[in-house]
């Protein structure tokens, strides 16, 4: 293999990396296998003293090994955030700008004021302890929450995704000159911050794979199309990536789709998500604070499945599950480590009233995360693919930690919901402008009715094959651009209805049911059949 | 190596307009900043570390008193036109932290291609942007810094460098002596006298390997967390704290 040329300032950023990179591995349950294993294979009889160190790293890459400490080092190769100037401080490196970690602090605020308004209405403390029958009664319904009908009604979802919206919507840049009506920034849409967004010739660039000559899953694996052509290719080689077990393979691969069948494997292989008698543990650990620790938040998490996921066609027989998952996840600990790359701070607490006093401070939810209007439709799709609440918990885990926090905080990433705004209504003015001006000009912002589909990455409003076709290129292209892309091509695709709506209302009917779409096809002539 | 950051005066800075600038409604696009360091004494710059503020490109030149013999300074260009931001309209980069640094030896090293693992994480992030630049010339005997900011983009009000640190190289030629004292070490064939002690070369294996030990015990320390989130059991909280 030809070496890559790297300057020295380089090679001292790419050690750092390393060295960090073995610090967080080293206390995980991967260090210690392979520890077992290194000390194991020594009895084998092709391990020499003499050449002990390469025969033993032979070995480990014989039987697999070397393949998983890879995938764990590209998992956190994800996760980490790009190599800044070491001047940076760490709230640099949750978000660059000074205003919109400004506006971030203050929608947190807001967010934090409702809560404790919530509480203090309702005279329920945040959190308490559970008292040992009721622990018990929860221990044996625990897999038949949903039976319970516990009075809500009093409860109120902490903010929804229109609240949102208009923080979005508000963000201003103080640097900015808006002086200037007809600038070259010149831009019909909601959100004022210029930002780097991609368009249409540097996403066909960025996405090659999804171009009309490339087999794509989600249109060539049609009943009329004979599985010759591309089917049964993809999915012999999708059996392959899973033998070879290797992350960054299934990652490529699954940019043409992942097969029904090969789906949950490669997700989680992509994931680096495991199902290890660690993880099962892990997870008993965060079901029994579950039990012994009752938070406002679990009623937050039980009204928002009541309200969204039971209502969904799809999705109401997974309530239980649902249930599982998400009271688990406000347990764990281990989210706070992504707050070091979210622009978000996890909320403070101190137990006991005893305000101030550093020893008694805790974080609210210990995972830090407070679950808003649709939260739990970021879980109820992955249902489809795993029955074990362990392993459901594992991959959603993993996805919040990559993705789906972006679509909640506000922050200047690529794939946040900021720019994802922003690159929907570039795409949109450059490629229908008359489109756009016709539904301003009705008082019917693209913004507003796209917004929802966005925020949710359009879970709940696809049917569920399409949903998990354009999760696969999610994971596959690592971004959440393609929310943005499809966001874009559903108007696009229903341009001709929305020029003859006169109002909002109208607009919105026609947009109301996106059930019947078929993503990839639209995807597919909207990056790469338009006219530039 | 570097010492610590050097002080400096930063003169106000200068914008470069075409025309009268009480007249000219056109912001500027140029600014020109002189550093210049107390005493008069010229430095030998390691470092300039700095933070942006939405300027696009940044051009450094510096002013070096010539050799003996020779009367004079001579500005020389250590940096041209460095972006700073990708695309000077758009928001990438116009709040970053970066430094420009001196050029050491042979600046290009092999790595393996192997360790460029799979697709989009690890080159992507391989080939972000740079934060650090080299410098083009050997920042020797500087008496003045001066940094030409740039920002053609019609949609910022302002634009500078901020945070502006300067690093000297440490002096190399200061080499102390070894004190009298030390260098009369215990010649190694005089006989030690032992009396009931034991044999130092089997303490000193001992001690070695018990230091063996602790350094393994160090070593292995995990930043993983147990994963409890209460206090002692308990996990009573009332309120959220706005501080």
Known sequence: MEPVLVTMDEETELSFTIAQMVQRLKGTHLHSQLERQAKDCLHRPDIKLESLKDDVRNFLKVSGWERKLQNAVYRELHIRPPPGSPAAPPQHTKEPLQYMRNAQASWEKRILKS???????????????RPLPEQRELSNKWNEMGTDEPDL?????????KDFLEVLVSLRNPNLDCSEELSSLSHWGLIKVPLHVRDIPQVREACPELTLTSGQLGIDD??????????????????????EQDSAAAQQYSRQGCPTGLRAQLWALILNSTNDPEDIMHYEQLKAGVIQHDLVVDNLIYKDVKLTASNDDYYFVFEDFLYQVLLC?????????????????????YIQGKAEQDEYAVIYPPNGVIPFHGFSMYVAPLCFLYNEPCRLYGVFREMYVRYFFRLHSISSHPSGIVSLCLQFERLLQSHLPQLFYHLREIGAQPLSIAFKWMVRAFSGYLSTDQLLLLWDRILGYDSLEIVAVLAAAVFAFRAENLMEVTSLASAEAVLADLSTLKVMPLIQIFVFATMI | MSNGPVDYVAKTPVCLQIGDAATNSLRPGVCVTDIVFPNGKPIKIQKISFKNYYTAFLSLRLLRSEEEGQDGAKWVTCLRNFPLMA???DEAGSQDYFSVSRQQGAAMTAVPREWCVGTGACLRYLMCQA??????????????????????????????????????????????????????????????????????????????????????????????SVGRFDVDGCYDVNLLSYT
């Open chain 1, 115 to 129: 809560l404790n308004s919530m509480c203090t209405e309702l005279g329920v403390p945040l959190a308490r302890k």
């Open chain 1, 153 to 161: 009604s009093k409860f109120r979802p902490v903010y929804a995704p």
């Open chain 1, 222 to 243: 049609h009943p009329h199309v004979p599985s010759d052509l591309f089917e049964s290719e993809h999915v012999r080689l999708g059996r392959r990536v899973l033998g």
């Open chain 1, 329 to 349: 996840f406000s347990r764990d600990t281990t989210v706070l480590e992504h707050f070091n790359y979210n622009s978000a701070t996890p909320p403070k607490s």
């Open chain 2, 87 to 89: 695309n000077p309209h």
């Open chain 2, 131 to 224: 934060t650090t630049a080299p410098m083009l010339v050997e920042p020797d005997d500087v008496t003045s810094v001066r940094l030409i900011l740039r920002q053609p983009s019609s949609a910022w009000l302002n634009f500078n460098i901020e945070e502006i640190t300067i690093y000297d190289c440490v002096n190399e030629d200061t080499e102390r002596d070894v004190p009298a004292w030390l260098s009369s070490l215990t010649p190694a064939d005089e006989p030690l006298h032992l009396q009931g002690l034991p044999d130092p070369e089997t303490v000193s294996s001992s001690i070695q390997q018990m230091w063996a030990l602790t350094e393994v015990m160090q070593s292995s320390q995990t930043t993983a």
